[in-house]
């Protein structure tokens, strides 16, 4: 019996590198918390301020919502993300030995993570909106600011249940 | 032609004027010395210098010249200071004597500039001698007026043909590309056939040169083909112009217009009878003359309400519905619309979101460059605690999965782009013909409604009055038919046009059909064979020796160097060879030149033609061709006599057939005083 296939050889099927969003990029994300710790932290800096300061930067929207926070007094800052990447980069950052974390648990540039900031600045043209809206932040997220943020938050959290 | 008859250098310092001065005459001139380094390819230099040629022996400008012109010259044990230098060069074109002044070294003066006296050397201060500024090596020169190289190519009696660039534009070729074919320098002119041809950006320059030399057809051929290439371009751009004109006009008038060629080809009458003009799926002629019979009778017609009233009521009733059903037709044209405006008010959205992202990518890129450079183990994708291998990416993903580095991103994410203005390009198509046909509707449709107030208007008329719908429908149509008539007027002018670009493209295919197929014309294989005649016969007698069967030796059909079995005849020779290869290859493009009129300047320079240990009656033989052949061109050669070899041969040269430049021990002499 004759029969006719028409595709006699085998199928392969490759799989085809996936695309990375620029922000999971481990050299980006490593720049923007370097950038975090040199211009908005004196003193050290915390996680939850790196990753407020971090969702802020992603979009427009999110950077106008830190803003009003730190200019009011309202705590109308709902919900903090975390995100794991963030969590992961500064990971990387330890390892590479571009901050260090002090006792009180701040994170705080090393000597060579301010050379790496000292280059990224250097740059104008690189991470430049970025660069103009932490410069604007400056010192105005206060550590303190985020105790009162997460105090309140344990607070309502108890009047929901 | 171009002759050098006088070279005189200038050094000025302090106390003394140091100089050379000397003749040259047609055939052999031998610059002479006993021992090396006593300034013969100073001199040399200065020839190539004087001429604008520096980037010849690699350079620009002062730069390639020695000390003895910028710094210090030494006399015996004393050095001096060099305060001034320059040279005069005069040479000779067959007809007009010039003398061409260029500094060295001259405060305030830029070595960039030429000046050009209109005399012998001795006559360039009279009162009545002309003299010219010019300059080399600045945008431009080889082609503005005040370009000396544009004014040697007239003063050389050549025309330097238009060749193609690197670039893709037309270019001019260098003289400086040309010279290095027959000015062989000292170090890297003995490296290879036209080793010395500085590099300006010609496509495939020693190929051009040699064609230039020997006065080729191919290259006119090339022109030609350059010509018609941009003949062919002018008329199918007017081409689709005029197509676009007629359509656009054809539209306008909601015609349809088939059988138009889109493209140039030549027309006979059966493709003009096929071009037809339609409305409403008839000829236009023929709709024309139904209208032109509506017209009639409506004419016919009496135009008074009572004896129509039934008439005007069908009517009214059809003129109604048509416009209900265009009505309907436009509604659902302005969905279309919208659905149009939103799809590419979304894709520019996404395009702005993409190139947000593609310059957020490059920013990553230029970091992991950035981290590099401080030494960042992540930005070489390893891990910085085990120096393992990791992706670059701070997502969690199966350990197989592969993912693209940053630059294969951003190709990525412009293959997107690239797609989604694609994208929206074609929606903005899609817009225009909507909006287009929209637009037609609502004519028709205010044609229509203003038919139908007529008709109703004459329903509630008294029974005698004329007929306003008539005398509105008369209108219409003999406006339709004036419009429809100029189309056709349109159309017909732009037939004219048609005919002419039909003829320039027959014209064009004709001359396309006309140039020779493997573009060597007849004469140019002579050429060939001759260079070739002459090649090999001057590698036997300079003692080539790498290949036992001379006659295997030919041009290459490619480049029109010399090459054995294909290959470039270089790989075959042993160091000395190439040296006699270098001199009957430069010797037999002027020889061949000579013999078929080619465009040779009738000059050759060669610097130390004794390299890498020639045999001496090898170089005899060379000296001996150039004395009895070529007599009437002009060579220079600066050669070291160090050897009582070379001497003999110096020496046994025809008595009264050459001239003979001794160099003292410093070329550089005292002389009395500057020009």
Redesign the interface.
Known sequence: MDKSYVLSEEIIFD?????????????????KLSLILELNARGGCSLMKLQMVSTALSTTSDRGKLWDFVNNSSNNYSVVRFD??VN??IK?AI????FNQQKNGLFRLTK?GK??TK??MK?SS??SSEKKYLFLLSNKLTEERIKELTTFWRYTNVEDK | MLKINRLRIEIKTKEKIFGFDERFYSGLNLIASDDNTRGKSSIIAMIYYCLGFEEIIGGRGEKVLTAAFKSVIEEDENVWPVLESGAYLEIFNGIEVITIFRAAKIENRDNRLISVYYSDMENIHRQDTLLDDMYVHMPNAATNKKGFHNFLETFLHIELPMVPASDEAIRKLYLQLIFSGMFIEQKHGWANILSGMPILGIKESKKRVIEFILDLDTLDNDRKKDQLRAEEDHIKKSWTTVVREIILLVERESCTITGLPPSPKILTDVDYSKIIIQKNNDHIGEYINDLTKDYEDLNALKPKIIDNFDELQIELSETEKTIREYEWDIVKLSDLLDKEHISIRRLENNLEIIETDISNNKDAARLRDLGSEIDLYTSKDLCPTCHQEIADTLLPLPNDMPIMNIDDNIRHLNAQRDMLKFAKLSHGSNLDKIQNSINHMEESLYKLRSLAKSLRSDLYQTNDSLSEAIVYKRLSIESEINNLKRLIDFYSNHKVTFEKLSERWKDYLEKKAALPENKYSEKDKVKLKHLQECLVDNLKKFGYRSIKNLNQVEISKENYLPAIEGFDMKFDSSASDNIRAIWAFTLSLLQTSLMDSGNHPGTLIFDEPAQHSIIVSDMKEFFNSIVNNLSNSQVIIGITVKDSDTRKVVNELPEGKYNLIMVPNKAFQKIDKSL
């Open positions: 799989a085809k590198p996936d695309a990375v969003p620029f922000n999971y990029r481990i050299s980006y994300k490593l720049a794991p990447a992961r980069a990387y390892a590479e030995g571009l060579k050379e790496f280059v990224i740059d690189l991470l």
